[in-house]
């Protein structure tokens, strides 16, 4: 059974940093998509960061473009786990962050439905 559990939120002032984890189990992500999104109060869930198998057999990070530079996605094979470090913390950034992933070559990686493990998400409060 495919489980995946998000850890490091928090609350943090705004200009802070944190670094969520979201380690998988029940199989090997090695060839998995692992993405990153988050869900403010009354919106939906908006991509963040992917950590994905490319087609060249190699890993790709791609990120939304509004928080490109601020956040950074990176995998532990070994531990079969995704990070994802946030810097400069806005208030804007306050959201449940949630782990999603997917097997094998995922092109549409902004798109929250083609994932098909989700974790329980974890709650990251930036304060002004």
């Known amino acids: 059974q495919v489980q995946l559990v998000e850890s490091g939120g928090g609350l943090v002032q705004a200009g802070g940093s944190l670094r969520l984890s979201c380690a998988a189990s029940?199989?090997?992500?090695?060839?998995?998509?692992m993405g990153w999104f988050r869900q403010a109060p009354g919106k939906g869930r908006e991509f963040v960061a992917v950590h994905r198998w490319s087609r060249d057999i190699t890993y790709v990070a791609n990120y939304a473009d509004s928080l490109r530079g601020r956040f950074t996605i990176s995998r532990d094979i070994a531990k079969n786990t995704v990070y994802l470090q946030m810097n400069s913390l806005k208030p804007e950034d306050t959201a449940v962050y949630f782990c999603?992933?997917?097997?094998?070559?995922?092109?549409?990686?902004?798109?929250?439905?083609?994932?098909?493990?989700w974790g329980q998400g974890t709650q990251v409060t930036v304060s002004s």
């Open positions: 029940g199989r090997t992500f090695r060839n998995y998509a």
């Open positions: 999603g992933s997917r097997e094998g070559v995922l092109t549409d990686y902004s798109i929250s439905s083609y994932y098909d493990y």
